[in-house]
């Protein structure tokens, strides 16, 4: 069994995860919704939507597999009436968002090591390499939206880039 504090705090994050990918989901729909011809982007916050889930679903089961119980899911989401004026500001929204997962996580390491629960630690290193590349991700995605905004052929290419970098991450 692992501490209250662990699992309360995995549980929080459980529910981020959770709400990250409800975020990436709206964003993917607004996308489809308003930009249709831009499928690329669309198709990767889809799969980035399932993603977050996934992620969800591995601190599920760690803290079932430690003893607990993961029964804290969000009651109420984040996520209302979302519009965005450009895909800059979504992307810009996103990044943020980003960031902020990864402060969580950071306090979730620093937690276990004020705990003693080097379990959690080393299942915790998982999620610290999954934002760095999150947070590097979205970024490089920011900046070539800021290149290219005004510029539909570039805004073309891009798209079918980032579906071209989609296919070949899977």
């Given at each position: 069994?692992?501490?209250?504090?662990?699992?309360i705090g995995l549980k929080k994050q459980l529910?981020?995860?959770?709400?990250?990918?409800q975020l990436y989901l709206s964003m993917a729909s607004w996308v489809e919704c308003k930009h249709e011809s831009l499928e690329g982007i669309s198709n990767f916050l889809y799969d980035h939507s399932d993603e977050e889930r996934k992620h969800m679903l591995k601190l599920i089961r760690y803290i079932n597999k430690r003893g607990?119980?993961?029964d804290a899911f969000m009651e109420k989401t984040?996520?209302?009436?979302?519009?965005?004026?450009?895909?800059?500001?979504?992307?810009?929204?996103?990044?943020e968002h980003e960031k902020i997962?990864?402060?969580?996580?950071?306090?979730?390491?620093?937690?276990s090591l004020q705990e003693r629960d080097y379990f959690t630690y080393n299942?915790?290193?998982?999620?610290?390499?999954?934002?760095?590349?999150?947070e590097a991700l979205?970024?490089?995605i920011l900046s070539k939206i800021k290149l290219v905004e005004k510029d539909k052929a570039g805004l073309y290419l891009f798209d079918r880039d980032i579906k071209?970098?989609?296919?070949?991450r899977e």
């Open positions: 069994m692992f501490s209250e504090k662990i699992q529910n981020r995860e959770l709400e990250s990918s607990g119980y993961a984040i996520i209302e009436n979302v519009s965005y004026n450009s895909l800059k500001e979504l992307f810009q929204k996103l990044f997962i990864s402060e969580e996580i950071n306090s979730l390491v620093e937690l299942f915790l290193q998982w999620y610290v390499e999954e934002q760095i590349e999150e979205t970024k490089m071209n970098f989609h296919l070949n």
